[in-house]
């Protein structure tokens, strides 16, 4: 009883808002079943190398890296309403003629515009929540959205294992109705605030929305820290390429297994992250909880090298779930609290453009390192760099906050 009552205290004072955001994304993340599959489509389903999967996978971290930036910059210039809405309403039509192009070629160029598009959405997102949250509840709207994302993950994968076992279609139809329909309920919603927050903000004086922080491609502190979460994401987001292909070439698990153990990870960070949170934010600084977390991350990878028995698969994902609640939702609360009122769009849009980086490093390398050396190697390099990169984080993320815990 005293665990529910901690439990539900841990979402107090986040806005209706705040809460609507997070069933917006949700509602679209239950729908992203494409991006887990789409490596394990272009190779059993398709018929594409390793090689050339991984080439395909890296357009999509090429448009996310575009969208990043050009979400932030039209944040700021229009206001994340607008954003949010075009990226989900023009998202949808892509992903349902993405199958009618089985070419390395042709998915390429779609996955990219498909990716440009749909990562818009992100910095527009994370500005909404700043607009949206209190400040002392930052990290919990953060966490909240996360989780958000994590339960739809959770849904997806299992739900695009039994459909992907069926048709792969299937897995690009119910991706565009959820988008389409995540777009209706936001504008729904949000509409009619938007309107009420633009008047409003006409009587405020101009310098109350002028930019009063640095430009983040200024901030060098700031850079070397984003530089850090490419560094960590590279790493992490494994769990969108590599992992499945492990799953499936090593483990030799079926498609409606993979996806049962991926979406377990989304379950595991909608039961734990927001109780994990408000303990980190009792206990720990900024810096102490995000070296935790990508410790932890790179645990949840050297486990994978003793074996790929069901039971060490699940203890391997269960770390890396913890790891990844004491990284993420932090890392963008590092960017809120650096951004100025006026620039908080772009900074985002940086810490966006960070993780996309990722996207476009992670196939190649990662299926490179596989096929050239093997899962071990990949698993190995993993740990020492996320070792690395825990103690280079701890240290600029210090920096950069060190006169609000002197206080």
Known sequence: MQILKSYTNSFKGLSQEVWMLSVVMLINRSGSMVLPFLGVYM?????FSLESAGLVLSFYGIGSVLGSWLGGYLTDKFGEYYIQSWSLFLSAPIFLIIPFFPSVEMMAVLIFLQSTISDTFRPAN????TKYAKPQNLTKAFSLNRMAVNLGFSIGPALGGILSGISYNFLFIVNAIAALSAGVIYVIFFRKRNTIFQKQ?????????T????????????????????VFAICFFQFFNTIPLFYKEA??????????????SGFIIVLLEMP?????????????????????????????????????????????????IWALPFMSTVTAMRAGLGSKGA??????IAFSFSFI??????TYIVSHFGFDVLWYGSFTVLLITAFLIFRIVKRMFVKTYDQ
């Not at 190779?43 to 018929?47: E, G, K």
């Not at 903000?201 to 929305?209: N, R, Y």
């Not at 900074?347 to 966006?352: D, K, T």
């Not at 490093?361 to 990662?366: A, E, R």
């Open 43 to 47: 190779t059993d389903y398709l018929r």
């Open 251 to 264: 483990a030799k698990l079926s498609q409606s297994t993979i996806g049962f153990v991926l979406g377990y």
């Open 126 to 129: 994370s500005v909404a929540i």
């Open 201 to 209: 903000k006409k009587m405020l004086p101009v310098e109350t929305f």
């Open 347 to 352: 900074y985002m849009g940086l810490n966006g």
């Open 276 to 324: 994990l949170v408000s303990i980190a934010e009792r206990t720990l600084k900024m810096h102490q909880v995000l070296f935790a977390g990508i410790i932890l991350s790179g645990l949840s990878y050297l486990l994978l090298v003793l074996g790929s028995s069901i039971p060490l698969l699940v203890l391997s994902m269960t770390i890396l779930s913890v790891g990844e």
């Open 361 to 366: 490093i992670t196939p190649f390398l990662g």
């Open 211 to 230: 930019e009063k922080g640095r430009s983040p491609y200024r901030d060098f502190p700031f850079l070397f820290y984003s530089l850090l979460c490419t």
